[in-house]
């Protein structure tokens, strides 16, 4: 029982993923809330103080490396830390469940040697700081997209930049570093070949002295091509609104008047009705 | 007593982990609760958008005003108010500071506000939506509106499991607390006994990952033995689950009354 594979099982994600998900959601997802609770200094988009223990995640998934694991540390922040404590925050939320698993999936393939510490290290901090910077460029592009006029504001650009590289290096000392590399190399070693039989898989071996490079998947790669432009449309869809910002200007308000509003007004109720016509019917 | 030490009285972990908890928890009685939770989900979706229609300061505090109007009707926690409030006023201020250096702050403050309370807005919203519908609603309306059964699952069991994880960390928290010796001279800002407590608190989750481990392969055997993945592709029992959700007169009315008062705030502001 103890030792069945992966693979044989009557879910539909499998029983082995099921039980990963579960224990790498709940574990991300007290993590979130007990973080939510420390004190932290924040200004602005500046963080200063314990973001969040990342190394949980990220250990958990360098032990059981499946897409589901991964998949599952963004449903932990979502359910335990937004829904729960109501900052869910809608297609925000979705910014985070396209980037954080297609990026920690693909350092996680790259550990291919569980006893090489120096390669532990550059994965874990390969993860973190690839997710860190994609949400970084996400970011800026938001506002860009949000403040009309941004570039006629003297100072402005460079400003929004600048805070958000500060910030993206911050973040990288503070919760990459202290957080995450240097907890998960205690942690790693630790759970690795307990954690798994308790769950009833086999631990991954890897190669000695197998070199990173071979668990390039290009799959992955793929994945986080993929992911980022997704990522970064849902993350503007939510916070700019989408493509209504990007037609209603003032100069088109100046044009057409405030009159206008009525043609969205109209449309969006035409929408509610059709929505809740299949809803009602469906139910 | 020191200073230091009255604020974290104010913010003693015991007093924001019951605030965060009833949020989560205590919500039966509010407006928002007996609403469907179907209708709740597209008045959200509406209010996603209906702020990015406005650009004169009036109007977007009129909306602002109505949206806290609602959340106040839906007891979000004092906590969560607090903590988005000074993330809001710290992001215009820092801008203001950075681009005192490389150009006109008062500019730079001026052309985000609008931009700022749009955003305020739809957190607002969000907050009262989701924090007055508690999981097991949503997760029925999530279902309804055609979600895998297994995410909805998840939300209900983060429900349940939440509290009791909390417990069980802060004991295992409190028991390493017993069975070590704080540090000799707390420093300077108490910062060695902060840096004591974060440490404690990380090592704390290393018994906690087995715990949560033999506690997710028990609730994934428990479910298959009462037949969970059986009944994810059986009609009935979906029917079964949803039967009781239903849009009522007093749905419509909401949506169509928070139609209004937007139109009047559009008008009239």
Known sequence: MSTSSATGSRFSIGKHNMMAFILVMSLTGLQNAVTEILPEFSLGPLEIGVGEFVFIPIVLILLFRTYWAALAVPVGEIVFGEILLGEFDGLGAMEGLFLIPVCYYFAAKLLQDPENTTQLAIVVFVAEALEEFLATIIDIGKVYVGVEELEAVAGLPESIIVLEGVDFLVQMAITGIGFGVIPALYLYPKLHGKIEPLLGMEPFQGRRGASMAGGVSIKASLAVLLAFPLAFVAGAVSEVGGAINVVWEPEFLAVYGQHFIAVPIVVSAVIAIIVWYRVTRSA | ?269
């Open chain 2, 1 to 269: 007593m020191s200073v230091l030490d009255k604020l974290r009285e104010a913010t003693s972990v015991d007093a924001i982990k019951t605030d965060l908890l009833r949020t989560a928890y205590e919500n039966e009685g509010s407006f928002l609760h007996r609403l469907d939770p179907r209708v709740l989900l597209l008045w959200y979706g509406i209010f996603l958008f209906i702020p990015w229609l406005f650009y004169d300061t009036e109007v977007l505090l009129g909306l602002l005003a109505f949206v806290s109007i609602l959340a106040v009707l839906s007891r979000v926690s004092l906590f969560l108010v607090g903590v988005m409030a000074f993330s809001v006023a710290s992001t215009l201020v820092s801008y203001a500071i950075v681009t005192a250096f490389t150009g006109d702050p008062v500019a730079a403050v001026r052309a985000l506000i609008p931009f700022t309370l749009k955003l305020t807005i739809i957190s607002v919203s969000s907050l009262a939506v989701f924090s007055s519908m508690g999981p097991k609603t949503l997760a029925r309306g999530l279902r309804s509106l055609g979600l895998p059964r297994q995410f909805t699952f998840l939300i209900t069991y983060g429900y349940r499991m939440l509290p009791v994880l909390f417990e069980e960390y802060h004991d295992l928290v409190n028991s390493y607390r017993l069975r070590s010796a704080p540090p000799d001279s707390p420093g300077r800002f108490r910062w060695r006994h902060y840096l004591y407590l974060l440490k404690l608190s990380m090592r704390a989750f290393y018994p906690m990952i087995f715990n949560v481990a033999k506690r997710s392969r028990v609730t994934v055997e428990a479910m298959e033995t009462r037949g969970f993945s059986h009944s994810l592709n059986d009609a009935a029992s979906t029917e079964l689950q949803l039967a009781d959700l239903q849009v009522r007169p007093v749905d419509i009315g909401f949506v169509g009354g928070s139609l209004a008062v937007v139109a009047v705030i559009a008008v009239v502001l």
